[in-house]
């Protein structure tokens, strides 16, 4: 499955619609890690972000396979500047709250994580990061209230 995926977005890729290639480039990104490559993911979204340096999608794919081989700092870095060219993205605002929260950065953890909910705020993510939010305002002691 993820081998078709993978052909298939090097056909896309090979186009000559440059916005084409960069989704198929965000797409075999994640084929590639969700295969279990996630070195050579890694790789891709590097060289991927050589030509589409901006590009919050690309930018928040490479912190997730980041995060999946523990650069913790390399996937915060990107996260931020993902926000910065995409600041309403909530898979960056949460992903960047949970790398805060457990670096012990509890502040930033809170406010990435209210910034996540008014984004998104009906959804299974949405209410586990309540659930985070609310711990790390009051404790163990507010979970009863969510």
């Not at 991927?48 to 913790?72: F, G, K, Q, T, W």
Request: net charge neutral; proline share 1%.
């Amino acid at each position: 499955m993820y081998d078709s995926a993978i052909w298939y977005c090097e056909k896309v890729i090979s186009s000559l619609d440059k916005s084409l290639a960069l989704h198929g480039m965000i797409l075999k990104g994640s084929a590639i890690d969700d295969k279990g490559d996630t070195k050579r993911a890694v790789i891709f979204y590097r060289n991927a972000l050589s030509l589409y340096p901006d590009n919050y999608l690309l930018l928040y794919n490479y912190a997730v396979s980041c995060e999946r081989i523990a650069l913790m700092g390399e996937a915060e870095i990107v996260l931020e500047r993902a926000l910065r060219n995409r600041v309403s993205h909530p898979g960056s605002n949460l992903k960047l709250a949970y790398l805060k929260k457990n670096k012990g950065e509890k502040v930033s953890a809170i406010m990435g994580l209210y910034f996540f909910l008014l984004l998104e705020n009906d959804t299974g993510r949405s209410r586990e990061a309540l659930r985070e939010l609310v711990v790390l305002l009051y404790g163990d002691a507010g979970i009863d209230t969510v």
